[in-house]
C-alpha cells in the first residue's frame, strides 16, 4: 500500500516516483499514483514557487506520457499541450477514471508476469547452482583418485568451480588439524594448493599445520610463500617472523613449549583460529 499524501514534500515525492515508474515503462501503476497526486494536489499548502516548479514538471511529464508506447496502446494518441495545464490535468484524470478498470487488470497482469519471470529467474539459479555443485564433487572425486590433470579440466572451466573444491580441502584440513591429525591437514591442504595456488590462506593453514606437528622448516616454507604471495599479509607476517626467530636461535621442536610460553599474545591468539 502506498504512503499518504499530506504535504508538499510527499506530493513531490510521490509525483517524482510517477516519473520512474514511467521511465521504467511500467504504465498503469504510474497512472494509478499520478491520478492521486492530481487529487490530492489541490488541498495541499504550497508556495507560489512550489506550485509553479509542481505545474512545470507535470507539463513535461504529460508530454512524456502521452507520447509513450504503452499510454497510447490504453488511450490512444492523446495531444498534451494544446490547453493549458490544469484542463489537460484534469483531461488526464478524466481518462483515467474512465479506463480504471483496464488499468488496474493490466497491473495485476504485469504483476503476474514478474512474479512468473522471478520463478523462472529462481529455478534457472537453483539449476545452475547444482551443475556447480555437480561439478566440484566430480572434481573432488577426480583429486581423490589421484587424477589431478582430469580434474583440472572441470576446474579451469570457472572461480567457482575452483574456489568450491579449495574450499573444500581446507575444510577437510582445517578438521583434521583440530583433531591432531596433522599428517591428513597436511594432505588436504597440499591438494587444496594444487587447485587454488595463489590463495596465500592456504600456506597459511597449511604451515600452522607443519608447526603444530613440530616441522618448523616445512613451516617456514609454507609461510615464506604466503608473504611472496601477499606482502601485506599481517597475520603471517607476525607467524613467519616468528619461525624466523626460532631457527635462528637455534630452537628444536622439543623446546616448543619453552618458546610458547615467549610467544603468548597475538600468536597464540591467531594459532587457536
Do not use: W
Amino acid at each position: 500500500m502506498s504512503s499518504k499524501i499530506t504535504n508538499i514534500s510527499e506530493l513531490f515525492h510521490r509525483f517524482h516516483h510517477c516519473e520512474t515508474l514511467l521511465r521504467q515503462g511500467k504504465i498503469a501503476p504510474c497512472l494509478i499514483s499520478f491520478r492521486e497526486v492530481i487529487e490530492k494536489m489541490p488541498a495541499i499548502p504550497k508556495t507560489e514557487k512550489e506550485k509553479k516548479e509542481l505545474l512545470e514538471n507535470f507539463e513535461s511529464f504529460l508530454k512524456n506520457l502521452s507520447s509513450h508506447k504503452k499510454f497510447q496502446e490504453i488511450f490512444g494518441a492523446v495531444p498534451m499541450g494544446d490547453a493549458d495545464i490544469e484542463t489537460n490535468l484534469e483531461f488526464v484524470k478524466s481518462l483515467i477514471v474512465a479506463q480504471e478498470e483496464e488499468i488496474r487488470e493490466r497491473i495485476q497482469k504485469e504483476e503476474e508476469a514478474l512474479e512468473a519471470q522471478r520463478l523462472e529467474l529462481d529455478q534457472e539459479k537453483q539449476r545452475l547452482l547444482e551443475a556447480l555443485k555437480e561439478k566440484i564433487r566430480r572434481a573432488i572425486a577426480l583429486i581423490d583418485a589421484d587424477d589431478l590433470p582430469a580434474a583440472m579440466e572441470i576446474i579451469n572451466e570457472s572461480d567457482d568451480i575452483r574456489e568450491g573444491v579449495a574450499l573444500h580441502y581446507n575444510d577437510a584440513g582445517m578438521q583434521a588439524r583440530a583433531g591432531k591429525a596433522y599428517d591428513e591437514a597436511i594432505k588436504y591442504y597440499s591438494r587444496a594448493i594444487s587447485v587454488s595456488s595463489e590463495d596465500e590462506n592456504l600456506y597459511y593453514n597449511m604451515g600452522r599445520a607443519y608447526y603444530e606437528a613440530g616441522d618448523l622448516d616445512h613451516a617456514e616454507n609454507c609461510l615464506a610463500n604466503a608473504m611472496k604471495l601477499n606482502p601485506d599479509f599481517q597475520a603471517g607476517e607476525v607467524f613467519y617472523q616468528h619461525l624466523i626467530k626460532r631457527r635462528a636461535a637455534g630452537n628444536q621442536p622439543t623446546q616448543q613449549a619453552a618458546v610458547e610460553k615467549k610467544s603468548q599474545g597475538f600468536l597464540k591468539k591467531i594459532l587457536k583460529r
